[in-house]
């Protein structure tokens, strides 16, 4: 099958806001440096819905969107020789190369080569697209497009995982779980007994929680504007709820007010720039770190007093939890497999590919946290 192009169907995506539509498309083979997939479980991530909104950034349809998935690898192209046929493997929305700065660099995982690109839409090699319809090309996203029953990606961007994993479940650490627990765990780094805050409450602020969680922080105190996501929240660690609508002060005063001073860590998961002010205000002084992972509007700016980091207060800024994709996500799965993490209960929702757009539904109305669609039913 490898040389021969694949007749699948896949959710297209024609226009922004508009419902996916399940569509026969055409996968052409992989080339240098490239696998073809077969998808068989993928979720839906809000990043998804923003660009299927096109909110913000260039659109560009047609396309086929999804990007947090588990599969298996049908062929590889010229040159791929640490992937082969029947391999149980995550795709991931950022890659590594293994040859640039970041890659040799045991501090990133900005790959100069694969890193995240939303604004492209074909493959690396050629600048062309492996997806068709009809004789005309449908663009790719995020170099994975995971709402399709078979897909072409860069194998730079494949984490090769345990063949005992069940991908139902594991699908989920390739992005947002990864992205929220890395980001505490590898860049907050919070000991034991210390307080956290995290700012926002979706997958990755919960994800973020369950990292202070595993690190055996005392309290972890989790900030949301959504009253309802209080109680769900107790089920990742969460100790305390505060809601910034229930008081008449910055949040950042309430937080060092509950906690003679302020955080010791604080994780902020929204993207909204007022949040990243309160998450690096409201750290302690001498040692607060707060560490930045919601992604702004590309204009947005925030100011604060340079006597805030002069009194010993660190701001960081991280991408994808500080994971290497190929390095570090099959060790994560395999703390699924020891019991060290739970996935699980971020699993809120599956549906069948064919109701692709009820898991849209779900995640609008702020239903779901992880919604998985079964791609063989």
């Not at 989920?172 to 590898?186: D, Y």
């Not at 000991?191 to 005392?218: D, H, P, Q, Y």
């Not at 005063?253 to 003679?260: F, K, L, R, S």
């Not at 340079?306 to 799965?333: A, S």
Request: charged share 25%; glycine share 10%; proline share 4%.
């Amino acid at each position: 099958m490898s040389g021969d192009v694949i007749r699948c169907k896949a959710a297209v995506a024609w226009e922004a806001g508009k419902p996916l539509v399940i569509e026969e498309v055409e996968v052409a083979p992989p080339q240098k440096m490239e696998v073809r997939l077969k998808i068989l479980f993928t979720s839906l991530c809000h990043t998804d819905v923003y660009f299927w909104e096109a909110k913000g950034q260039n659109p560009l349809f047609p396309r086929i969107l999804g990007h947090e998935a588990g599969g298996i690898v049908e062929s590889v192209g010229e040159g791929v020789t640490e992937l082969k046929e029947g391999d149980k493997v995550l795709p991931v929305f950022t890659g590594e190369c293994g040859d640039c700065r970041h890659c040799k660099s045991e501090e990133s995982n900005m790959c100069d080569l694969l890193r995240i690109n939303t604004d492209r839409g074909t493959m690396i090699n050629d600048g062309k697209t492996r997806f068709s319809k009809d004789g005309n090309p449908i663009y790719h996203f995020l170099g994975t497009s995971t709402f399709s029953e078979y897909t072409v990606v860069h194998s730079g961007c494949v984490a090769k995982i345990n063949p005992d994993a069940p991908l139902d479940k594991v699908c989920v650490l390739s992005c947002g779980i990864s992205t929220g627990m890395g980001a505490t765990l590898n860049v907050a780094k919070p000991k034991k007994g210390m307080t956290v805050a995290v700012f926002g409450l979706g997958a990755v602020g919960l994800a973020a929680a369950e990292g202070a969680r595993i690190a055996g922080a005392s309290r972890i105190i989790g900030i949301d504007l959504n009253a309802s996501r209080a109680e769900d929240a107790k089920k990742f660690g969460v100790t305390e709820f505060v809601n910034p609508k229930d008081h008449d002060k910055p949040i950042q005063e309430v937080i060092i007010e509950m906690t003679d001073g302020g955080v010791d860590r604080s994780v902020e998961c929204t993207g909204n720039v007022r949040a990243m002010i309160s998450a690096f205000e409201c750290v302690h002084d001498g040692w607060g770190v707060a560490v930045l992972v919601g992604v702004p509007s590309k204009d947005d700016e925030f100011k604060t007093l340079p006597v805030n980091f002069l009194n010993e207060r660190t701001l960081k800024g991280t991408f994808f939890g500080n994971y290497k994709p190929r390095t570090d996500i099959p060790g994560v799965v395999e703390k699924y497999m020891n019991k060290e993490i739970e996935v699980e209960k971020f699993i809120t929702h599956e549906v069948e590919f064919s109701d692709i757009n009820k898991a849209f539904d779900l995640m609008l109305k702020g239903e779901s946290l992880r919604c998985i669609i079964r791609m063989d039913a």
